[in-house]
């Protein structure tokens, strides 16, 4: 059996950190994949036994968190919550947001490096063996918002497609479909 222990925040302590580690997850046909997003950028890979089969580690650059992107996240909280005047931003956004993988084992980590042309997140992506084949920009994670509004997945890759759902900006919801091409 797998257990992990991580810092819990208390939603009645007087500082909250607006990025809190909280442990992100992933499955495959054979794997189970566990990241805590922090400074250190690591997947571990589990057998369906609980197992340790591998770390995966990459180096990455720190992305600022920007008085812009603060005033940004705060608008984005429900008018009056009790929250926003205790909400603390650390210096940098975490490692990685979230961590899933397809049906052949291929890992994608969404960064917290957004692309500027699309304005999706970028995924590093690595092979069934933990090696990093690559990066795209796929999805719009966005993990203070499934922190405080509990929303749900917003990327699946599934059959060589991707399936994002985003939130546009006049609150509507759309799932976007793309085509992975593998060279």
């Known amino acids: 059996m797998l257990s992990f222990k991580f810092p819990i925040q208390r939603?009645?302590?007087a500082k909250i950190n607006a990025y809190q580690t909280n442990p992100t997850g992933s499955f495959a046909s054979d794997k189970v994949y566990v990241g805590l997003p922090g400074r250190d950028y690591e997947i571990l890979v589990f057998d369906?036994?609980?197992s340790l089969l591998r770390k995966i580690r990459k180096e990455y650059a720190p992305i600022a968190v920007t008085a812009?992107?603060?005033e940004r996240a705060l608008a984005q909280l429900p008018?009056?919550?009790p929250v926003a005047?205790?909400?603390e931003f650390?210096?940098?956004k975490p490692?990685?947001?979230?961590?899933f993988a397809d049906e052949k084992g291929r890992i994608f980590v969404s960064t917290s490096e957004v692309d500027k042309a699309s304005g999706q997140d970028i995924c590093d992506v690595f092979n069934a063996s933990g090696i990093f084949i690559g990066r795209a920009a796929v999805g719009y994670y966005d993990l203070l918002r499934v922190f405080w509004e509990g929303a749900s997945l917003d990327v699946v890759a599934k059959n060589g497609r991707f399936y994002v759902l985003?939130?546009?900006e006049n609150g509507y919801r759309e799932i976007v479909v793309s085509k992975a091409v593998w060279r």
Do not use: N, T, V, W
Not at 95 to 99: A, C, P, V
């Open 68 to 70: 812009d992107f603060r």
């Open 48 to 50: 369906l036994e609980g």
């Open 166 to 168: 985003h939130e546009k």
């Open 79 to 81: 008018q009056g919550s």
């Open 85 to 87: 005047g205790r909400l």
């Open 95 to 99: 490692s990685f947001q979230y961590i």
């Open 90 to 92: 650390p210096d940098h």
């Open 11 to 13: 939603m009645g302590a």
